[in-house]
């Protein structure tokens, strides 16, 4: 084997073993590794939603995360909070009495 072919095998091998450690600890972290390395998506983009996800959490405890994906470009990542209201638009004898 040649130096680049020992690299590769050892990165191989380097990367086989921290997914062993990783399912063994945090095998909700694993399940979440493997799905994004089988549909090869960036993970940059999952820390941005997971983001917006906690403050929306920690705020109002309501609202919506949207990604906008133009050309195979995630271009924005938004979360948006909102006030859970559940009132009647239109009150029954509010004028009236």
Avoid: C, W
Avoid at 61 to 74: L, R
Avoid at 83 to 90: A, D, F, G, R, W
């Amino acid at each position: 084997m040649n130096l680049a072919q020992d690299h590769d095998q050892i990165e191989t091998q380097n990367k086989e073993h921290f997914m062993e450690i990783l399912q063994k600890t945090f095998p909700e972290l694993h399940i979440i590794a493997v799905q994004m390395e089988k549909s090869k998506s960036n993970p940059v983009i999952l820390f941005h939603v997971i983001r917006h996800m906690a403050e929306i959490a920690f705020g109002t405890g309501y609202g919506q995360v949207h990604i906008v994906i133009e050309d195979g470009i995630a271009r924005f990542v938004r979360g948006e909070h909102s006030t859970k209201l559940n009132e009647p638009v239109i009150k029954e004898n509010y004028l009236t009495n």
